[in-house]
């Protein structure tokens, strides 16, 4: 029968196996990265094209949308290669739902951009339209870092994500922005739409802040890249000119170009510690991997130790192992319930941070059933609501989630 | 290349894979939950034979060891069918790091037993030694239910788990009112920690009847054995005497019987109930396979149309559904999106349950830490504090955890 020790080393050999697969879904993430990155630009790109009424960028933008043909091609070269035998991938009913989710979201590029070539829909059409595309690729890195189990790696993950979903708050606000100086029309809600993509950004790169390692200089160098001082300035003039024009002014539509170069200077220095980060991230779980197997290799060698000892005794007989084996079991078992014990505190801590997505998803979907919105217009009412008044989305995610007993007519 | 269809079919997949390895947990939980059942009177009749110096129970203790030692020979050999492959069990390290806890907990039962038999430890000792080896099968069935993915089979396993948890509480006061009742000695610290089972035995239960579905009236009737009128008024009339009887007092031994007896009918109800909700799982999972299996033949239908259209457009063109295939595809798209998004909202609200024993175990794990506490200590420290203060311990290890950051030494 299997002893306690063979379920340990089946425990360590389940952790490398899963170590295994978020090591190769690093790669993934990188080149999810990418396509994001890309997309971001063309996203700005488009606004600034349709806001002058197809006279500014439409050059710029025609290569972009290449650039982000060539990356697509390559997520879907890297997500073919992927492993989807039900059997042997934990958690994939939901990452590959959102990976579903993500490809047709994909599908639908190629119509999206007939119709922005035709100037057939508004900035802000198309510009909701792309930020869904980026919104299904990183709800993939998303399901990524929920899933890990070992912290440190985890820690990581997350530090990713939250980089990862700022540059796209920053990526917004380009867009934003753009569109804003290209019609040299700004309103009080679009004030406030405005600094609610200023506060989301800084939400997310404190997180991701919070679970960096900057004793690592090269980290440390890049994260600093991406704060430069003139940069930081010119890009708070351009928000205060932007922001404080009232309703009837017209602007420099020449301001649209400096803003866009201005943010897009800072989000790609983002990129460039997003890239860092990625590949940090590919070495540690290589370490990792490799320490667990040392374990495992040590482990091994004991209980081989003891079940030649046991074949020594007579059959029938309970094997007796000696006090010196049978202190190295206790201490293995010991250890390992205590790293177990040590790693899903950990877990626990580094996922709350992953909470204020999952609070706001459910929020939404309580909107959903309740006053049959789409998803859409449900987080629009969440982030109404947050800016009227003048709360974080998490808090007013909470307050829904609260008063759900006490709404009318819940479906189930 | 892969389409988003083919991941929506993976993903079912998967699904699928991870239900059918709960199936075949449910019948372990089972194994174990006959295990526990016999463990726990085997510590009640432990107690009674050495509180009362070994003249009652000798005979009675000796054919519970028997029945437990076949209830571990069955749990040893189901865990042996286990499917232990790395590659193929999510949350394996986990889950199986608890079984090798637990099965090393069960190797140490046969010296325990000796000492027992030779009187050379105390009731308090070998009820604490006992608990500890329940304490190892209720973590592995609570991995079980804290890595169901589906709401509906993780709200069955909660209610399932709860009822375990709290029948164990209930065990445990039955152990601990037999040597009081056999010593006929009783003092404020001891009432305190009686209150405590007794406690804790009711938010078990309250969970359990928040989780359970009580218009299956074969549930209801066993719920409702449970709370027998005269079995109830008999406990309570019992564990007034055992609980009013000031320090010095002698009690009628022979209490010690009867109590041990209303005890046991009460907590034979609660292990019928159980093995109803055990019965119930496993058909709850056999529904939720073959529903999935249908789902997943008829998406794998469309799939196949889909894929026979593709190929009758001219190679290197995009293949072109036609409109009603296209909307198809996206209310399938949007359909396993939104189920996807409302099991995990759901799933959230069932977890949430099993926060409690989560937020005890870390604060467990801080003590540990920072005071050089072993397990055992910390959770006497944490229990002491709750009484001391007559609060709930939850909020006990909340208030530790609070406290975290403000302690001296932390350990990394």
Redesign the interface.
């Known amino acids: 029968?299997?002893?306690?020790?063979?379920?340990?080393l089946?425990?360590?050999?389940?952790?490398?196996?899963?170590l295994e697969q978020l090591a190769r879904s690093s790669d993934v993430v990188t080149v999810l990265g990418r396509l994001t990155h890309a997309l971001q630009r063309e996203r700005g790109l488009t606004n600034l094209f349709l806001a002058s009424g197809g006279l500014h960028a439409a050059e710029l933008r025609l290569q972009q949308v290449a650039e982000c043909q060539r990356f697509e091609h390559e997520v879907?070269?890297h997500?073919?290669r992927l492993d989807?035998d039900?059997?042997?991938?934990?958690?994939?009913?939901?990452?590959?739902?959102?990976?579903?989710?993500?490809?047709?979201a994909l599908?639908g590029l190629?119509e999206l951009r007939s119709r922005v070539a035709a100037q057939a829909m508004t900035a802000e059409e198309a510009s909701a339209a792309l930020s869904k595309v980026v919104a299904g690729l990183l709800a993939v890195v998303f399901e990524w870092a929920d899933s890990a189990?070992e912290p440190e790696i985890s820690r990581a993950l997350v530090a990713l994500f939250n980089l990862m979903q700022g540059k796209e708050f920053a990526g917004q606000e380009r867009a934003f922005g753009a569109s804003i100086f290209a019609s040299g029309r700004i309103d009080s809600s679009t004030q406030q739409q405005w600094r609610h993509l200023i506060d989301s950004q800084q939400r997310c790169m404190q997180v991701f802040a919070d679970f960096t390692d900057f004793t690592n200089p090269e980290v440390l160098a890049a994260e600093q890249a991406t704060q430069e001082p003139r940069t930081l300035a010119e890009l708070e003039r351009l928000r205060r000119i932007g922001y404080t024009v009232s309703g009837q002014d017209t602007m420099d539509a020449r301001l649209g170009q400096a803003w866009y170069d201005c943010c897009t200077r800072r989000i790609d220095a983002m990129k460039v510690l997003e890239d860092l980060l990625a590949l940090n991230l590919r070495h540690l779980c290589e370490r990792t991997i490799n320490r667990a197997r040392t374990d495992l290799r040590d482990q091994q060698e004991l209980l081989d130790a003891l079940s030649a000892q046991a074949q020594a005794t007579r059959p029938g007989e309970?094997a007796l192992y000696g006090p010196q084996l049978e202190r190295s079991?206790?201490a293995m078992?010991q250890e390992?319930?205590a790293r177990?014990?040590?790693m899903?505190?950990e877990l626990?801590t580094v996922r709350a941070t992953l909470n204020e997505r999952?609070v706001v998803?459910?929020a939404k979907?309580l909107l959903m059933a309740h006053r049959q919105f789409t998803e859409e217009e449900a987080y629009k009412a969440l982030r109404q609501m947050a800016m009227n008044q003048n709360r974080r989305l998490l808090e007013v995610a909470e307050a829904v989630l609260t008063m759900a007993d006490v709404l009318p007519g819940r479906a189930r």
């Open positions: 029968m299997k002893s306690g020790l063979s379920f340990l089946a425990a360590r050999q389940c952790e490398i196996a899963e879907r070269t997500l073919d989807t039900a059997s042997r991938v934990p958690h994939g009913a939901r990452l590959f739902s959102r990976i579903a989710v993500a490809l047709h599908d190629s189990t309970p079991i206790l078992v390992q319930s177990i014990q040590a899903s505190n626990d999952k998803d459910r979907g």
